[in-house]
């Protein structure tokens, strides 16, 4: 897709969930990379496994969920690990997570401990993984809220979470995912709490991150604007699959799975002109603990065939470095 | 589609909330949400009422239903069920008598932004949807199902669903159901409040053409209460953006958009990402967060944040003129300055 070398790979992943309502397929075998310094912007719904996906590569599957198939390897210095064979509780994740890949989460005051000033929590974190002393690790904080754009770094230092307005606490908890210099960076939905005022800083600071630290983003939203904005590659999700894959540029100006296609006529944009009705996509999403059979979108695609409610499309290459998994497309050259 | 018959007016509406401390509970400040707002919506039109969040705008949609009680101010409404007791048939909701108050709920109804937490579990929809006429008296029992149906179907559901509870249904679906709710009186005004907000990106676009087609055919007037500014552009004919309280400015929408005179607007609208990889963003950052409204900034509220603020803006608070007929902005520079519009590709 680029020349950039991979930094992790994720290869025919699925996770399931085993609740009494049944078994939820909230990922359903998705494969996809991530490369060095690039920000992979992955679109979808509620549902669609985006969230599950982000946390898979974390290690933070909890029952009753479960990987039940998949790898999802990791390219470390040292050589290449499988997450998926970690123990969860054990040391090599937890030195992975908080150290080579972070995370940050939609809503900042769920994630931050209400109990501890945010200081202490920025120190715990990089004490834990950097085995600095005290006070260097608070200078080290002092720093990244600094970096992070927070007036009055050694005054905040002592504040508690409740203290801090929304885009304040999302600045603290990026400043903890950074405070080890991860080379991957998860954002799950890290504007979606946000105003559009505030978010414009945090999709700023983000950008300033990945240039300054060379950190490569997996950028979770159901914004398209927010993609279009900052990533480099796109995955949309549909049903906990993959349906299209395209560096940013190819999927907006030619978008070929009808799913994504309808998501981007279904948007008001502010740079269109007035338009009577929008083009909606019918139906509803549907629930992951269906069991259908064909292609998951086919109940409300325009285009639907016979094959589609039959068999399940594969991602296949439309255009170079373009890939839908879509039956419209097989045939095309 | 618009006539100019002014259907709602409000005049310098206030609505402060008391902040108490210690053991005596004594009121220490007030939480200023709604600080002076005046607004008139002509019937037949849709008016957006646009800003961040805290900025008062839900309270003024709340406080316009009595919902939530105003401190001061007047709700001029003109109502076809309570009889006018003011020149010009306007009843003032705000100092409405509780009878008056159920006759102008025939009138004026609002549709809620989360559709998990605004019908109650335990209801069937059938019942849900037949509360109002229920409580108004308006149906006869033994008509009643045959008008809640009849109510589905105009939102796009049908009779297989009467006996049905809300978890049977998807975000979207509840989101019909409670604008089946809301038109189940006729009202004239509906004020919706964030009502596509929490709905699946393509569950959105169903319900912003729904909420068009119903106000076409029952000639509806809406209050959109938003801060998604393409949902806006699109639905709106009129916007108001409001900040900390005040209405900083109000213009028809493509005027709103294409020229925008107050720095808040430009900014808030630059701010918004488009989904076309090739804009080109010119982000206005602003520095900072919204103020609290406990404590506002001198003169104009947003002369911290502002790019153009000058010393008349820390010391006098603006007020609210038109620039054209009916451009109305509240911003000391507004003539001098000469702002970014959104430009259409």
């Known amino acids: 897709m680029h020349a950039s070398p991979p930094l992790l790979e994720v290869k025919a992943l699925k ?8 078994v939820a397929r909230a990922v359903d075998g998705i494969d996809f990379t991530i490369a060095h310094e690039r920000i992979l912007g992955v679109v979808g719904e509620s549902g669609c496994g985006k969230s599950v996906t982000a946390r898979a590569i974390m290690g933070l599957i909890e029952t009753p969920g479960r990987i039940t198939a998949g790898e999802i390897l990791l390219h470390r210095r040292g050589g290449i690990v499988d997450i998926c064979k970690l123990d969860p509780r054990g040391r090599e994740i937890r030195a992975i997570r908080g150290g080579e890949m972070a995370m940050i989460f939609q809503e900042p005051m ?3 401990n209400p109990v501890f000033t945010i200081g202490d929590q920025i120190v715990e974190a990089v004490t834990l993984h950097q085995g600095i002393g005290r006070s260097e690790a608070r200078a080290r904080a002092i720093d990244l809220l600094a970096a992070v754009g927070i007036p009055m770094p050694r005054q905040r230092f002592d504040n508690f979470p409740h203290q801090l307005s929304g885009g304040m606490r999302q600045r603290v908890m990026i400043a903890m995912a950074m405070s080890c210099n991860p080379r991957l960076l998860i954002a799950d939905e890290p504007t979606t709490a946000l105003d559009v005022t505030i978010q414009a800083q945090v999709m700023d600071l983000m950008n300033a991150l990945r240039r300054d630290f060379h950190t490569a983003i997996m950028f979770i939203t159901h914004d398209l604007g927010v993609i279009a904005s900052m ?13 299209e894959r395209a560096s940013v540029r190819e999927i907006f100006k030619h978008p070929k799975h009808p799913y994504t296609q309808g998501l981007m006529q279904s948007i008001p944009s502010l740079t269109d002109g007035k338009a009577r009705r929008l083009k909606a996509i019918d139906g509803n999403v549907p629930s992951a603990f269906l069991q259908q059979s064909g292609c998951g979108f086919a109940p409300r695609c325009p285009h639907a065939m016979e ?3 039959a068999h399940s499309p594969v991602l296949e290459a439309v255009a170079p470095s373009h890939e ?10 | 589609m618009t006539t100019q018959e002014t259907l709602l007016d409000i005049r310098a509406l206030r609505k402060f909330f008391p902040v108490r401390k210690g053991a005596l509970q004594r009121i220490v400040a007030q939480v200023k949400a709604v600080d002076g707002v005046d607004l008139s919506i002509r019937a037949g039109e849709t008016l957006a009422l646009v800003g961040e969040s805290g900025c008062g705008k839900t309270t003024t949609g709340r406080t316009i239903l009595r919902l939530i009680e105003p401190t001061s101010g007047e709700i001029l409404f003109r109502s076809r069920s309570a009889t006018g007791d003011i020149a010009g048939n306007m009843t003032d909701v705000a100092t409405a008598t509780p009878a008056q108050l159920r006759l102008l709920r025939r009138d004026m109804q609002i549709i809620f932004q989360d559709p998990y937490a605004s019908l109650n579990p335990r209801m069937t929809i059938a019942e849900i949807v037949g509360e109002p006429l229920k409580i108004q008296g308006l149906v006869p029992s033994s008509e009643r199902e045959a008008r809640v149906l009849e109510l589905l179907r105009a939102v796009g559901l049908g009779a297989d669903q009467l006996r049905r509870y809300p978890h049977e249904f998807s975000g979207g679906q509840r989101q019909r159901i409670g604008i089946a709710r809301a038109l189940a009186l006729k009202p004239q005004l509906v004020v919706a409040d ?3 907000s929490a709905l699946d990106v393509s569950i959105q676009a169903q319900v912003i053409n729904l909420l068009q087609d119903l106000q076409e055919a029952f000639g509806l007037t809406y209050l959109f209460i938003a801060h998604d500014l393409s949902v806006v552009k699109h639905i709106a004919n009129r916007v108001a953006v409001m900040y900390l309280g005040r209405i900083v400015e109000l213009a028809p929408t493509e005027e709103l958009f294409g020229n925008p005179k107050h720095p808040y607007t430009e900014a808030l609208m630059s701010a918004v990402p488009v989904a076309d990889p090739d804009f080109k963003a010119e982000r206005i950052l602003l520095a900072g967060d919204v103020p609290s409204p406990v404590n506002p900034p001198t003169g104009c509220h947003f002369h911290p944040r502002c790019r153009y603020a000058q010393e008349i803006c820390k010391t006098q608070t603006p007020t609210n003129r038109a620039t054209s007929e009916q451009h109305f902005v509240t911003c000391h520079r507004a003539d001098e300055l000469s702002l970014r519009g959104v430009r259409a590709s």
């Open chain 2, 194 to 196: 964030e009502p596509v």
């Open chain 1, 324 to 333: 839908a998994a879509c039956f419209l497309h097989r045939a095309a050259p």
């Open chain 1, 15 to 22: 996770v399931q969930f085993h609740t009494e309502d049944g």
């Open chain 1, 231 to 243: 990533a480099d590659d796109v995955a949309v999700m549909y049903l906990g699959r993959i349906v």
């Open chain 1, 110 to 112: 769920t994630s931050l």
């Open chain 1, 307 to 309: 094959i589609c409610r």
